[in-house]
């Protein structure tokens, strides 16, 4: 059982902060990386992306100098073909939260995977490198985009996920509804049955230190992709 949400957040659609209870599932301790996604492409199981370059990168999908990276570029379809490719799924969106924020020993949930305190230097953000009026020009985390995923071993959750916050942005299984944290079921929530939007988790290189908090929620139409947009996968144990 873990609490969901967060009722001091000025976002309605994180409230109310509410206790959900999960069966066990096994999540990545990564992002997908190109050259794990490749490998699906390669047999033909799954679709390239929709750009093999990166935002500050001519060559970064297909580039070996890469394969550590996040796979970006692809839409919820293409992740949602490459977790089933390898015998496993998106996260629920409580599976996604979870894994980000318990503290499973005391049983806290934290706003950040580290703790409740920003910390520039544990996650790629939005900082002195980014475009944009809304950079942190105190921190330089060395990337101008993307960093190759485990590169902040500092910011991993307590259950020991990298990247759940920054890096890029995570497509998860459920649809959005921005009443779901009032409608939802305390067990094993799966979202709403249809929509329009599917849920985006974590936060990216672009993002500022209140949309990598563990429960800022965002989405995107399913067939977006970007460039600071990638995914996990989740498993159920058999």
Not at 128 to 139: E, L
Request: glycine letters at 10%; aromatic letters at 12%; proline letters at 6%.
């Amino acid at each position: 059982i873990f609490s969901m949400g967060d009722d001091e957040s000025d976002d309605r659609d994180q409230q109310p902060a509410h206790l959900v209870r999960l069966d066990a599932y096994y999540i990545d301790e990564t992002e997908v990386t190109n050259g794990a996604y490749a490998q699906c492409v390669d047999v033909g199981a799954c679709e390239p992306p929709d750009s093999s370059n990166a935002t500050y990168h001519s060559a970064y999908y297909g580039d070996p100098a890469f394969d550590d990276y996040p796979v970006i570029f692809t839409n919820w379809y293409d992740a949602d073909e490459f977790c089933r490719w390898r015998g496993a799924r998106l996260p629920s969106e409580a599976e996604w939260e979870k894994a980000a924020g318990l503290e499973p020993q005391e049983g806290l949930k934290f706003r950040f995977p580290w703790g409740d305190a920003f910390d520039g230097t544990r996650l790629n953000y939005c900082d002195n490198n980014c475009p944009g009026g809304d950079s942190d020009t105190t921190v330089d985390d060395g990337h101008r985009d993307t960093a190759p995923v485990g590169s902040f071993a500092d910011g991993r959750s307590s259950l020991g996920l990298y990247d759940m916050a920054g890096n890029v942005m995570e497509w998860v299984g459920v649809w959005y509804s921005a009443r779901e944290y009032v409608e939802s079921s305390d067990t094993n929530p799966l979202g709403p049955l249809e929509g329009d939007f599917k849920v985006i988790r974590g936060g990216s290189w672009l993002s500022t230190p209140v949309d990598v908090r563990v429960t800022a929620r965002d989405s995107f139409d399913p067939l977006v992709s970007r460039a600071n947009l990638g995914f996990r996968c989740a498993m159920t144990p058999q």
